[in-house]
């Protein structure tokens, strides 16, 4: 069946820092990807998504890039702020809906 | 423009007893998802529905859990009897859906989420 797999957290970092969430997936067919974010105290909201191979999606500074060949969309950011400081979740929709276990994040200032 | 709705926001049930989770989707919206997580893991899809039909619903544990959406729009989930690892958030999600083009795969829209109903059972 379909899977995703993120990197294991938690993740550190000090504000202004580079931040790379690794994401792998496998699946049939033609999966669209995302990654959505938790902010403490609020639910579940999209941050970005890419449709087919070799689409970008970007949001607030952040970037994920579809590869179909490594069958990954790793999320990154080239300066994170203490306030990016949340729960990342990477999921997949081929027709059914899959999501990683997720990876938090906390920016110290 | 509404976002999705869902009641209640929390409940404590003992084990044994049954529960019900009621959600609204956003207007127009054809899929709706209802998904359980737990503490520190990922939402878990129960179930998803496009308009009234069933897409998937794999891992709905159906000797306890069903689920209805009638006429396509509202939904419930209902859990009878409840057991101690049924707590969890359980999150109501909906999408738009976008068909395939000629040749081409279907390609899925971004959820939108509710706030969830947080359950304890004790």
């Known amino acids: 069946g379909d899977s995703v797999t993120q990197m294991e957290g938690p993740v550190t970092l000090s504000e202004e820092a580079f931040l790379t969430i690794n994401c792998t997936y496998t699946?049939?067919?033609?999966?669209?990807l995302f990654w959505y974010v938790q902010y403490p105290g609020e639910g579940l909201q999209l941050l970005l998504k890419?449709?087919?191979?070799?689409d970008k999606g970007s949001n607030k500074g952040f970037e994920a890039t579809y590869r179909k060949e490594t069958t990954s969309f790793h999320l990154e950011k080239g300066s994170v702020q203490v306030s990016d400081s949340a729960v990342y979740f990477c999921?997949?929709?081929?027709?059914?809906?899959?999501f990683g276990d997720g990876t938090t994040l906390t920016v110290k200032p | 423009e509404a976002g999705v709705a869902q009641s209640p926001r929390y409940k404590i049930i003992e084990k044994r007893q049954s529960v019900a989770f009621w959600c609204n989707p956003i207007?127009?919206?054809?899929?709706l998802y209802w998904y359980q997580q737990i503490l520190g893991q990922g939402p878990k899809l129960l179930i998803q529905?496009?308009?009234?039909?069933?897409?998937?619903d794999s891992q709905l544990p159906k000797d306890r859990f069903s689920a209805e959406r009638l006429k396509g729009v509202d939904s419930t989930l209902k859990i009878q009897p409840a057991k101690l690892e049924d707590s969890a958030v359980y999150l109501c999600?909906?999408?738009?859906?976008?068909?395939?083009?000629?040749?081409?795969?279907?390609?899925?829209?971004?959820?939108?989420f509710g706030p969830g109903t947080r359950l304890t059972v004790l």
């Open positions: 999600a909906s999408s738009s859906y976008i068909p395939g083009t000629s040749g081409g795969e279907s390609s899925y829209n971004e959820q939108f």
């Open positions: 699946a049939t067919g033609y999966p669209s």
């Open positions: 890419a449709t087919k191979a070799d």
């Open positions: 999921a997949l929709n081929a027709g059914k809906s899959t």
């Open positions: 207007s127009g919206h054809a899929t």
């Open positions: 529905f496009q308009n009234n039909g069933v897409v998937d």
